[in-house]
Each structure stands twice: as C-alpha cells, then as structure tokens.
T-cell receptor, first 111, second 116 residues
Framework: AQSVSQHNHHVILSEAASLELGCNYS??????LFWYVQYPGQHLQLLLK??????LVKGIKGFEAEFIKSKFSFNLRKPSVQWSDTAEYFC?????????FGKGTHLIIQP | GAGVSQSPRYKVAKRGQDVALRCDPI?????LFWYQQALGQGPEFLTY????????KSGLPSDRFFAERPEGSVSTLKIQRTQQEDSAVYLC??????????????FGSGTRLTVV
C-alpha cells in the first residue's frame, strides 16, 4: 500500500518569506502527484498536479512543485508567501489503488 | 451541477443515532469516493464506486458504515449507531475516469459530523 509523508505539520512564516513544504511517497510504481489546499472553512482545491514530462510543475497562485523520482519526493514551493496563503496543504499520490493523502501541513502566514 | 454537492453541511447526532450523508457528484462522473477527515488529519479513504458498483470498501472502519450509489449518480453514506469516534468531516469526491487514471478528483465541501 502506498503512503505519503509530509514532514512539517505546522509552519509559521512572515509575509514575503519563501516557502517549501516537503512531501515523500512510498509507492514505487507509476504515480500521479498532487497538492491540494484547504482554506479555512472551504473545500479541498487542487493547487497543481504532476503526471509526466517536466518535473517542475507550476500551479495556481504562484505555487510550484518539483518531482524528484530518485528521492520519491514532490515538494511544494512558493518564492514569496502572502497572508492569504494561510491554509492546510495536502500532498496526495494517485496509483491504481486510488488517491492517498498525507496528514497535511498547517501553514500560517503572519502579516 | 457545477461541482460536487454534499448535504447536510453540518450534522449533530446523539450517540447511537443513525445518520445518512448525501453526495451529488458532478454529472457524468464515473467514479465516486468517500473520505473521512478527522480533526488535524488528512482525508482517509473509505470507499469507491465506479458507476453503481462499489468496487472497494476496504476503508470502511466497521460494519456500522454502509454506502450506496444505486443509480450510478447520487451516493449516500450511512452510519448506524454512531459513536463519538465517528466525529469527523466526511468528504465526497468524483472523477470523470476510473480511480487509477489519475486525473484528480473534485471534492465537495464535506459534511461535518459531531457525535455527542
């Protein structure tokens, strides 16, 4: 069975700081990788996804992620965060068994 | 509809009560999923339907949990004799293709169940 590990459960940053959230997965076969965001009181929304091709994926709101196959990683990055980025971020991996989520990272941006 | 619709948005149940949670997926979406999200945790898989067929129910935590999708569209998740540990947000998601295709899912807003 696949598993997804997010290393940081809580992250607090100041506005304009750079962000990197770690994600590692265990499945060794072909995978599709996702980052979802959940703003307070809202539903899960897709930030970005990787299927194949360029391992550097750009998503909405200035987010990007890099797939490193040798490290089984798919870290999320943003060069300069804003207060409105305060949310819960979930890494997810899709395989033949379906979509598996990490436990999430609670990101708080201080103005 | 434009998105995945879940109802009710909030449900408070007394311990031992039965509850039914509804999910209206995006029209034409083949796959439907139920997830359970406990406070401070990521969503955890409960069950998967491809059209009306329940192909995977390995994530259902006990035989008190039952899901159906009789006509391949609307789905209901039923929890019998609710317990406090059932308190969570129950998420429904749908996808245009089968679950292995990996095109991503569209999630509903969830039903927050509180068992008191």
């Amino acid at each position: 069975a696949q598993s997804v590990s997010q290393h940081n459960h809580h992250v607090i940053l100041s506005e304009a700081a750079s962000l990197e959230l770690g994600c590692n997965y265990s499945y060794g076969g072909t995978v599709n990788l996702f980052w979802y965001v959940q703003y307070p009181g809202q539903h899960l929304q897709l930030l970005l996804k990787y299927f194949s091709g360029d391992p550097l994926v750009k998503g909405i709101k200035g987010f990007e992620a890099e797939f490193i196959k040798s490290k089984f990683s798919f870290n999320l990055r943003k060069p300069s965060v804003q207060w409105s980025d305060t949310a819960e971020y979930f890494c997810a991996v899709n395989s033949l068994d379906g979509l598996t989520f990490g436990k999430g990272t609670h990101l708080i941006i201080q103005p | 509809g434009a998105g995945v619709s879940q109802s009710p948005r909030y449900k408070v149940a007394k311990r031992g009560q039965d509850v039914a949670l509804r999910c209206d997926p995006i029209s034409g979406h083949v796959s439907l999923f139920w997830y359970q999200q406990a406070l401070g945790q990521g969503p955890e898989f409960l069950t998967y339907f491809q059209n009306e067929a329940q192909l995977d129910k390995s994530g259902l935590p006990s035989d008190r949990f039952f899901a159906e999708r009789p006509e391949g569209s609307v789905s209901t998740l039923k929890i019998q004799r609710t317990q406090q540990e059932d308190s969570a947000v129950y998420l429904c998601a749908s996808s245009l293709t089968d679950r292995g295709a990996g095109y991503g899912y569209t999630f509903g807003s969830g039903t927050r169940l509180t068992v008191v």
